[in-house]
């Protein structure tokens, strides 16, 4: 199958070099990317603050369908007829200078009986063709991309991975490919893998997958991928260290880096803009107007800069972030040194050594290898804590265990990172807090936030069984992953589709967050078929 893998990957990579090239001589290569707020102004703050434009079954679902839309002439003109208008028939307005997006699934798609016919078939449904310039909000991509589905109509970073392992799984080898090459292209033209490819997100990334994105394809395809892809590997990393060299005593963070109490330096959850999410304005400026109501005077960019970087955690909303563990208006997440970021830093390291390693570098493989070792023994020294038998998040200012326990503290075990001994021990926590009849809690507690119980979604899921997997806990890991499973296989009986993420308490549908359940659904279509190969292997 590995030689099988290499030509395919050689044609393709021949292909690209050739679409790309042309692509350059038609479009050129630069992009005027700004944010809605730079590309919409006014327009956007006032239409924001229109109740009845927003809702189910209204013109706008929700904050983001509204920075979604195309304009349909030239923005500056729409701008100026905006400031000219009476103000009646608005929507109207909205509707003859916009093109406002529709929920994909609407479109025709037959209903499946089988949940493995589905799946196949979702690999070509969410797929979406090359882009081209639309003067929107959408960073655009050289190659087909994959989208999750539901709300989610763009390329975003962590899901890809999730539904790679699927796609590996079904042979989709150009759309894997794709796939890189589109991170790629992100990492030379913006320095680093945005939340989502749209100009919303250039504010922050999400959890940095792509090093397990090549490492698995190398898997299949061969080390040689490591290799073409070793400049991007770098640039990732540099781009989530920057600031680091900022670091002393009296300053002990400065963007997604922090210095521990000993000198260490590890990695947190930032955005560099401290403003109410495009994407979300609305919650977010609901979520100040429950500060202010406790705390008047209290500066409110904090609060934006915490909500953004929850969002790049992936984790949005989670008890993980607050202070109170309840209201999400105490959310600190600049303040927390993440467990789980940190395992993906070390395999990103980890990764790099091993592509030095592979083209004869050894010196340099070597200080990467020192570099993944260093955070090995930060995130055991720091993370642990033997009162929970557990690995926790770290409160910086606080110089402590975060008390807020969730399956964050499996990447450890995912990563190889965790002793044997901690491994065991944290086998019988998950077991005792995590491990209910439809999968594993995101968390234990109960707050109303999607990151919470009850509900369980799929990337975690896999990094759960994955990281039992890796230390022979093979019991636990097959009641997980059957569990798992049982939910998704009721589920789709139920309704013909795989969802986001569900309830594992009761094997069911579930709510909770900025949003309704979503369909499609790209990691939980990935894991299910990853956790059913396992079985056939």
């Not at 093109?99 to 969410?126: G, N, Q």
């Not at 894997?176 to 320095?191: K, P, R, S, T």
């Not at 008890?319 to 395999?347: E, F, K, Q």
Request: charged letters at 25%.
């Amino acid at each position: 199958m590995k030689n099988h893998g290499h030509i395919i990957i050689n044609i393709l990579l021949l292909l690209w070099s050739i679409s790309s090239m042309a692509q350059q001589q038609c479009t050129g290569t630069d992009y005027p990317y700004v944010s809605p707020t730079q590309l919409y102004g006014r327009l956007l703050t006032e239409v924001m603050d229109i109740d009845s434009l927003f809702g189910q079954n209204k013109l706008f679902v929700e904050s983001k369908t509204f920075v979604d839309v195309v304009p349909q002439r030239n923005i500056n003109d729409i701008l100026a007829d905006w400031c000219r208008h009476n103000g009646n028939d608005i929507e109207g307005f909205l509707k003859s200078n916009f093109v406002i997006p529709e929920p994909y699934e609407r479109k025709s798609m037959e209903r499946h009986k089988d949940i493995h016919t589905y799946i196949k078939d979702m690999w070509k449904f969410l797929t979406r063709p090359t882009d081209s310039i639309e003067h929107g909000t959408r960073i655009m991509m050289k190659h087909p991309y994959f989208v999750p589905g539901g709300r989610f109509r763009e390329m975003y970073y962590w899901d890809s991975y999730f539904s790679m392992i699927g796609m590996l799984c079904d042979n989709e080898h150009e759309l894997v490919m794709n796939l890189i090459e589109n991170f790629a292209d992100c990492i030379h033209q913006l320095g680093f893998i945005p939340n989502g490819m749209r100009t919303y997100y250039l504010g922050r990334s999400q959890p940095p997958f792509f090093s397990y994105i090549v490492s698995d394809a190398a898997r299949y395809y061969g080390d040689s991928i490591i290799v073409r892809y070793l400049p991007e590997l770098v640039n990732e990393h540099r781009f989530w260290m920057l600031g680091s060299d900022s670091l002393s005593v009296s300053c002990t963070s400065c963007l997604h880096t922090v210095m521990m109490p000993d000198g260490e330096i590890l990695n947190r959850y930032y955005d560099k803009f401290d403003t109410p999410r495009e994407e979300a304005w609305r919650n977010d400026l609901d979520t100040e107007r429950k500060l202010k109501a406790t705390h008047p005077d209290i500066n409110s960019s904090r609060l934006f800069r915490d909500l953004r970087a929850a969002a790049e955690s992936g984790f949005d909303f989670s008890s993980r972030w607050m202070t109170d563990g309840r209201n999400l208006y105490t959310a600190r997440t600049t303040d927390i040194v993440p467990v789980d970021l940190n395992s993906l830093m070390c395999h990103l390291e980890s990764t790099i050594a091993k592509g030095y390693s592979l083209k004869g570098e050894r010196k340099i493989a070597a200080q990467w290898t020192e570099k993944a070792k260093a955070r090995a023994k930060a995130i055991r020294k720091y993370f642990w804590s033997s009162k929970e038998n557990w690995y926790c998040d770290y409160v910086l200012s606080a110089k402590t265990f975060s008390p807020y326990l969730s399956l964050a503290g499996m990447y450890p075990l995912y990563e190889s990172l965790a002793t044997k001994g901690q491994a065991k021990a944290a086998e019988k926590t998950f077991t005792k807090t995590f491990l209910k009849p439809g999968g594993a809690l995101t968390t234990p507690y109960e707050t109303g936030e999607q990151w919470d119980a009850p509900n369980g979604w799929a990337p975690l899921e896999w990094i759960s069984y994955q990281g039992l997997q890796n230390y022979n806990l093979n019991t636990t890991a097959t009641k997980l992953r059957d569990r798992w499973m049982a939910t998704c296989w009721k589920m789709f009986e139920k309704t013909g589709t795989l969802k986001e993420k569900y309830n594992v308490m009761t094997q069911d549908d579930t709510s909770g967050g900025e949003y309704v359940n979503q369909t499609g659904f790209g990691w939980t279509n990935g894991v299910f078929r990853a956790m059913e190969e396992t079985i056939n292997n």
